[in-house]
């Protein structure tokens, strides 16, 4: 059968250019649109999807986001994912043809069109998705306190580090005794990491020095070398930086986001991302109020100078991300309800919790009914 010019047979549209292939189905889900793509290559470069760039932003190097829609990757395997702005446009690219990959090759990659409804719904829903796709569970995050040191401070930096309630010392030079830093570590009972760039041969050396956790830097956002970086560290503790959330789902045990101003509401709502990964910031000075967003939301912190005690919600919620004012609920330690109201740079703690869910209901393409709730 033909569609529009095109091959189509059971359910998969087939678009065949100088011995090149793109093979590409749709089906409906609630709220919008999944399309699963397969590439055959010598294609260099293929654009996946394009959007007006009017008031939409990009989230997490993966999915754009407008006043009542998103439009995002869900998984792929093979390629490397892009974002990129081009003049009024957003455009979402699967690169093939990069260093290592073979001339030609096949790789795959979904994506989602969700729209209709409030944009912080669908980013809930869209990272929802995500989870499924790539079969992970929407668990609560569990991060670690670090505090980065070298050598000439090590003592100092370890008292610091047990001072204030720190797990990991992380070490950011290596001109010193491996060996002895390792050592002094597990003595003092704190993990012992260390900062590197992505190559497998040295990731392998240290990890026979006896390191237990590793910040990674990926030069490219490539998840084959995160899957390399996996195998060699084994089930040590992997913390990846430079890469998008896609490309380390299920792979890493947390992402570091970049930390360029990062104001109370952007903690906020990037911490939406940690439904599909947990999430590390770097920090060298600090707040008070800052501190406190950090340990409701699940955020592991990475101290580059002075360190601090965080205190850890067990459980937390966010709401309305996309307004003046956002919302934190959490339950603290100690089983008491808690909630924040958190603006661009200031924070104010809400002692009632008043209840602002609205049910909604959907009907189906099958005739069933599908409800949930939203806040006002």
């Not at 003049?87 to 979904?110: H, I, P, Q, T, W």
């Not at 047990?162 to 009972?189: H, I, M, P, Y």
Request: charged share 30%; with cysteine; aromatic share 12%.
């Amino acid at each position: 059968m033909w569609v529009y010019g095109l091959p189509f047979q059971n359910g998969v549209v087939f678009h065949d250019k100088d011995s090149n292939t793109l093979r590409f189905s749709l089906r409906k889900i609630d709220f919008g649109y999944a399309i699963k793509g397969e590439i055959t290559v010598s294609f260099k470069r293929v654009e996946v999807f394009k959007v007006k760039a009017n008031s939409a932003q990009v989230f997490g190097k993966m999915c754009v986001v407008g006043p009542d829609f998103v439009v995002g990757f869900l998984k792929h395997n093979g390629g490397i994912i892009e974002i990129e702005k081009q003049k009024d446009y957003l455009v979402g690219y699967l690169n093939c043809y990069k260093k290592g990959f073979e001339e030609r090759s096949c790789s795959e990659a979904s994506f989602v069109i969700l729209q209709g409804y409030k944009r912080e719904f669908l980013l809930k829903e869209y990272l929802r998705l995500v989870a499924r796709e790539n079969e992970i569970a929407l668990t609560p995050s569990s991060s670690f306190t670090v505090l980065t040191t070298g050598f000439r401070d090590l003592d100092q930096r370890i008292f610091e580090a047990k001072n204030c309630g720190c797990q990991v010392l992380l070490l950011r030079e290596l001109e010193g005794s491996l060996e002895d830093f390792v050592r002094k570590c597990r003595n003092n009972g704190l993990l012992a990491g260390i900062e590197v760039e992505f190559e497998p041969v040295f990731l392998e050396k240290l990890r026979k020095h006896g390191f237990q956790f590793f910040e990674v830097f990926f030069e490219e956002n490539d998840r084959n070398h995160v899957e390399k970086a996996r195998q060699v560290l084994k089930d040590l503790v992997l913390v990846a930086k430079g890469v998008s959330p896609l490309t380390t789902i299920a792979l890493t045990d947390g992402l570091v986001l970049k930390n360029a101003k990062m104001s109370l509401q952007d903690l906020v709502k990037n911490s939406l991302l940690q439904k599909i990964t947990p999430l590390y910031v770097e920090v060298d000075d600090f707040t008070e109020e800052w501190l406190k967003v950090c340990g409701a939301l699940g955020y592991g912190v990475i101290f580059n100078k002075r360190a601090d005690r965080v205190d850890y919600a067990k459980v937390s919620c966010v709401g309305k991300v996309y307004a003046q004012q956002c919302e934190i609920i959490y339950l603290d330690q100690n089983n008491v309800h808690k909630k924040f109201l958190v603006s661009k740079d200031s924070l104010r703690t809400e002692d009632e919790l008043a209840s602002r869910l609205v049910k909604h209901t959907k009907l189906r393409q099958d005739g069933r009914f599908f409800y949930f709730y939203d806040e006002r």
